[in-house]
């Protein structure tokens, strides 16, 4: 069997052509370069199938395999999935942290410093009595002891108001995550339109690595919201095999009803989600859950007060059964520094009232100080924890994915050398044929 002339040229060929594609996609990562979530890519060569020579080729009589060059292969994305699984985890964690510590830290804020302080508040009530005591049938000490109480209950009100604004408003903000108008709903939109299009691409042999990054990015920024899990689509055709080899289904939140299955959108509700989303919504979700239990402990210890005061005093001073609805009834002319029907001077009420100070109330108080404090401190490590952690597994994602300019340079001159050797290759088979098309035959004209 004989060679064909020309087969050097297509030979030449496929190595120009190769190490141009080779090019384009060195001249697209560099394009890239600062586009967020996107994985650089390389052009993957292989020898092309070899042409067959048959027996008797050979001066040896056998046969052989003749190369025909070089093609590209695959357009291959550099990625690691294993590093995606745990920037998303990770991310994850940090949006329950950081909106957690931003949370507690307004719930800290409440408890106010200075005179504002509920503890200066109860300070103030017990010296209030304790100066009753040492004048008994003083109207300017009880009349201080009346104003003091209304200030630490009208105190015990706001914080425990201040308390319930910030619980409603991290439920309204899991509401708002969720709803229509909030950042969940056209991620995921957007990752059912992806679906659709990278299946089609992968359907017809494509690799559409540009569409897999924006779905990578998205995924990236939902994981912020809550948890993400992310598999094939399970849909079989007839042979078992899978009907839709481009889609995935996305879960979100732990709820039972995938986010994005193939085309279609489902969003969690508050009631759908479990009870660890994660993530932002997972953040509030324990914001929320603490505020109630601070605004328990709040009302208990109102509830102290009025039980303990009124018990002790001649006749009640507060009213109301909580932090909620505690209020002052007494007034100076009730406020009495001794028992009821008791000698003139004596301060037995007062003496008792003052005596509660650091009881069970204000030891209750410097423990719900220190829940909340524990809590926002807590909250801040996992934050500046879950930072540093993030930003190492961005920087081991980029050692992947990221696209390096100097290796890219270097790419390119590679490439454009491999470029050059091709076409000298292909002008060389060029001479030859013309020498043997237009020179051949001509000797001695």
Avoid: C
């Amino acid at each position: 069997m004989s060679i064909g002339s020309f087969g050097g040229l297509n030979t030449a060929l496929s190595g120009v052509t190769a190490q141009q594609r080779a090019l384009d996609v060195t001249s697209h990562n560099i394009a890239n370069v600062e586009t967020p979530g996107y994985s650089r890519q390389e052009a993957v060569f292989g020898a092309r199938p070899s042409l067959t020579i048959p027996a008797g080729a050979k001066l040896d009589g056998t046969g052989a395999q003749l190369g025909q060059g070089v093609d590209v292969l695959t357009y291959r994305r550099l990625r690691d999935d294993f590093l995606d699984l745990q920037f998303r985890a990770q991310n994850m964690t940090g949006g329950q942290a950081d909106v957690t510590a931003q949370r507690l830290g307004l719930a800290q804020d409440a408890l106010g410093s200075g005179d504002a302080a509920l503890g200066k508040q109860l300070d103030k009530f017990w010296s209030s009595w304790q100066t009753l005591a040492a004048n008994p049938q003083s109207a300017s000490a009880k009349s201080a002891v009346v104003g003091i109480a209304q200030t630490l209950a009208q105190r015990f009100s706001t914080l425990d108001a201040d308390f319930n604004t910030i619980g409603t408003q991290a439920t309204a903000a899991v509401t708002d995550l969720l709803g229509p108008q909030g950042p969940i709903k056209p991620i995921a939109d957007e990752l059912a339109k992806l679906n659709t299009q990278i299946n089609l691409q992968q359907g017809v042999g494509q690799q559409p690595n540009d569409l897999l990054d924006r779905r990578d990015l998205l995924l990236d920024q939902l994981s912020r919201y809550g948890q993400v899990s992310v598999g094939p689509d399970p849909t079989l055709d007839a042979q078992g095999q899978p009907a839709y080899p481009g889609m995935v289904q996305v879960s979100f939140g732990g709820a039972a009803t995938a986010l994005v299955s193939q085309s279609t959108v489902t969003m969690p509700t508050t009631a759908t989600l479990s009870a660890t989303p994660g993530g932002q919504l997972g953040g509030l979700q324990d914001v929320a859950g603490k505020m109630a239990a601070y605004r328990t402990t709040l009302s208990g210890l109102a509830s102290s007060i009025i039980t303990s005061v009124n018990s002790a005093a001649a006749s009640p001073v507060f009213s109301g059964t909580g932090a909620t609805d505690m209020a002052v009834v007494a007034t100076s002319a009730t406020i009495s520094a001794g028992a009821s029907g008791g000698p003139a001077g004596d301060n037995s009420v007062a003496l008792a009232i003052a005596g509660l100070r650091g009881g069970a109330v204000d030891t209750g108080y410097a423990g719900l100080i220190g829940t909340i404090g524990a809590d926002v401190r807590t909250a801040e490590g996992n934050s500046t924890t879950s930072t540093s952690v993030l930003d190492s597994l961005t920087a081991r994602r980029q050692s992947v994915a990221g696209v390096s300019m100097d290796e890219e340079m270097t790419n390119m001159i590679r490439y454009q050398r491999g470029y050059q050797a091709a076409a000298r290759a292909l002008t060389t088979m060029d001479e030859m044929l013309n020498t043997l098309i237009n020179s051949t035959g001509r000797v001695g004209l």
